[in-house]
């Protein structure tokens, strides 16, 4: 068999090609070494940008629209503030299956002592919040006390919670519908008037931005202080870049969306501030305080972190009431979006949140795990369902997808934790 000029050209083109592919991903990968930034996370990235781009083009154009993105980010924001909890459950090897039904129940409460009479109790919306909020904690702290101190598995406390307090959920108000709630309380689920409008998205926007340039500087001034060796300038800048192009598009696409028949941008809804703001406080207490160090700790050795005098049995009850509280906040924010309580709130949400967790990195072994990357597997899950919507599918077939999902992100987790060893 002759081999011509052409065939020699082709081959060499591939070989090329293949040279050059590699040589991109060795770059790719050193660059990513560079900022510093994970390897999975990135592929996390990647994918729900994939995933974007599918939908955007499965629904004809519609997925990328500012009011879609604006209900996503509002949809997100649940799913999104219990993930954040859901990530020291798992990182400290433990789980919770209640989180759904401790959502129904909290939002029960909260609509029940809230609706006017003679429906409910007709109180204030701010007490029938705060007691809301305790109810979480203290569900939380009941199921932590079993499996703190009395060694009964997690799995089967929260199994056992989930059947409860969905039970409970329905008995609050016997099953009834409770609403209207307050107009006020509203807000906080973020419809019509639920935003912060154009000026002060922006001007948060600037506070952001400022925040991520204070942080750079005195990180990398911290570094050069106790003689740690920092980023290069030039990581520095890029990441700056692209957290300042984060937010300033994220502002924009939120002021993009008007409000009904007029030309007044909604701006931030107030459900993603309350989001912001879990995240930061999540964020401090898993990287700045003695206790996240401590579940960390006991999520890579309980047997020695409590050889090395942590009191692990406190240390995870209080995981539990954490959870419970976020809980809480969840069945805040659903309730204000949906301006009523029913028996059925937060039905499965337990697999969101427990996927959401487990795409964003945390490990199922425990020990390993990001508060950012949670958000990040909430906004993949929630994506996810919102694009199911707008193609006109059932609710089952986006328990279909949830359901195959979660299995593909704990397969990756197995997978990725293997290769690491």
């Not at 028996?343 to 945390?362: D, K």
């Amino acid at each position: 068999m002759d081999i011509n000029a052409s065939d020699y050209l082709a081959i060499g083109y591939g070989i090329v090609k293949l040279f050059a592919s590699f040589l991109a991903i060795v770059c790719f990968n050193r660059l990513l070494g560079a900022l510093g930034v994970d390897m999975r996370m990135a592929a996390m990235v990647c994918a729900m940008l994939v995933i974007w781009f599918i939908l955007d083009y499965l629904t004809g154009g519609i997925f990328f629209k500012a009011r879609n993105l604006y209900n996503l980010a509002v949809q997100s924001s649940t799913v999104g503030v219990m993930a954040t909890g859901m990530v020291l459950v798992i990182v400290a090897r433990h789980i919770d299956l209640s989180v759904g039904s401790v959502l129904g129940f909290t939002g029960m409460v909260i609509a029940t002592l809230q609706a006017p009479s003679p429906l409910g109790f007709g109180m204030d919306w701010q007490y029938t919040m705060l007691i809301g909020l305790a109810v979480g904690g203290l569900v939380g702290l009941w199921q932590g006390w079993w499996v703190a101190y009395r060694g009964v598995p997690a799995f089967v406390v929260t199994l056992a919670g989930l059947m409860m307090f969905r039970g409970a959920a329905y008995i609050t108000a016997d099953g009834r519908t409770m609403a209207p709630m307050n107009e006020t309380y509203q807000l906080l689920g973020g419809g019509i008037d639920g935003s912060i409008g154009a000026k002060w998205s922006w001007i948060l926007g600037i506070v952001a931005v400022a925040m991520v340039l204070w942080t750079t500087v005195l990180g990398r001034m911290r570094k050069l202080r106790y003689g740690f060796k920092p980023k290069p300038v030039w990581a520095e800048i890029i990441l700056f870049v692209l957290s300042v192009s984060l937010i300033i598009g994220f502002v924009l696409v939120m002021n993009s969306y008007y409000k009904p028949r007029t030309e007044i941008s909604r701006g931030i809804p107030i459900p993603v501030l309350i989001l912001i703001g879990v995240v930061v406080i999540m964020t401090l207490i898993a990287k700045v305080t003695k206790f996240g160090r401590y579940v960390f700790a006991i999520g890579g050795n309980p047997e020695a972190a409590e050889l090395g005098g942590i009191n692990v049995k406190f240390v995870t009850m209080f995981i539990f009431v954490i959870m419970g509280l976020l809980a809480g906040v969840g069945g805040v924010i659903t309730t204000a979006r949906l301006n009523s309580g029913l028996n059925s709130l937060g039905m499965l949400q337990e697999l969101n949140v427990i996927a959401a967790a487990v795409i964003g990195g945390t490990s199922l072994a425990g020990g390993i795990g990001t508060i950012t990357g949670a958000i990040l597997g909430a906004v993949i899950m929630q994506s996810l369902e919102n694009g199911i919507v707008l193609m006109g599918y059932s609710s089952s077939m986006r328990q279909v997808v949830i359901g195959a999902v979660l299995i593909f992100a704990v397969w990756f987790d197995v997978v990725y934790n293997k290769q690491k060893k």
